[in-house]
């Protein structure tokens, strides 16, 4: 049976990545808005990404996500960047286009945004200091999309302080390194916390932080969706802190790749979100 010639396929490309609910996001909206497509996750590991992104236009593949630990190197392998992407030196998003070239994106810090506007309507950049966690992909994607709202200080820390370092010097001025072991004076006056590590996900050691140099109305995220609520935000919500947790993120950066593949711009409807938390632990 051949297939429809509408039909059109698109994916996940990670390391791992059977874990990720972005499959049975695409596949809700697929199947809502009645599109002949799938989407898939397709494990790809280290050293094997250049031979995976080659093979997305033989496959006849409109495009794919693209998740740890390969968005970074994904940058240096497709023909074009948008501006964002550039900025970011990481992408998520791959498009195929139709004369076969790749053209790369990076929708995390939309994302991002959308998510703390859902979890805090009220937020600003402009309202104080941001600390940042963490200084890889995920970092760089929450920097670039701050400094576009207008924050106008960033502290960031991470364990090895050279990537910190090499980070603020990508980003300029406002970027403010902090040493690891001064990560919790580093709170005092800060109107936002994000943590981009991986400490706190499911089978990883939790964040070890004390918030208490942190002000009460700072908001928290934690830009990691399993579990929904981490050891950071558990801790961050007894002590009265507005939190936001990554699954927001995860179904706003989804919208304009959903869109690029297969031509409709999909709405995030409560339907969709209790079906994917129902699937998360915490």
């Known amino acids: 049976m051949t297939q429809p010639r509408s039909f059109k396929a698109a994916g996940l490309i990670g390391w791992p990545v059977f874990q990720s609910r972005s499959p049975m996001v695409h596949a809700h909206w697929l199947a809502e808005h009645a599109i002949p497509g799938v989407y898939v996750p397709m494990p790809v590991a280290p050293g094997q990404l250049a031979d995976a992104l ?104 991470n364990r090895t302080r050279t990537r910190a370092e090499a980070l603020a010097k990508t980003f300029g001025s406002k970027i403010h390194v902090t040493d690891w072991s001064n990560r919790a004076e580093a709170l005092a006056g800060a109107a936002l916390l994000v943590n981009t590590t991986n400490q706190g996900m499911i089978g990883q050691p939790n964040l070890d932080l004390d918030l208490i140099h942190l002000p009460p109305d700072a908001l928290v995220c934690d830009i990691i969706y399993n579990p929904l609520q981490t050891n950071l935000l558990a801790t961050a919500n007894a002590r009265g802190n507005p939190t936001v947790n990554g699954l927001g993120m995860l179904l706003h950066q989804a919208r304009p790749a959903f869109e690029a593949w297969f031509g409709t711009l999909p709405t995030i409807t409560p339907t969709l979100r209790t079906a994917i938390e129902a699937t998360i632990g915490g």
């Open 54 to 157: 080659r093979g997305l236009r033989a496959l006849g593949f409109a495009g794919c996500n693209v998740t740890l630990p390969h968005k970074e190197e994904a940058a240096t392998l497709v023909d074009r960047l948008d501006p964002a992407a550039q900025r970011m030196g990481a992408i998520n998003l791959i498009v195929v286009e139709p004369d076969g070239t790749l053209s790369g994106y990076n929708k995390d810090g939309y994302g991002f945004i959308e998510n703390l506007r859902d979890g805090k309507p009220d937020w600003n950049a402009t309202s104080g200091p941001a600390i940042v966690l963490g200084a890889g992909g995920g970092a760089r994607s929450v920097i670039a999309s701050l400094l576009d709202e207008g924050a106008a200080e960033i502290r960031l820390t």
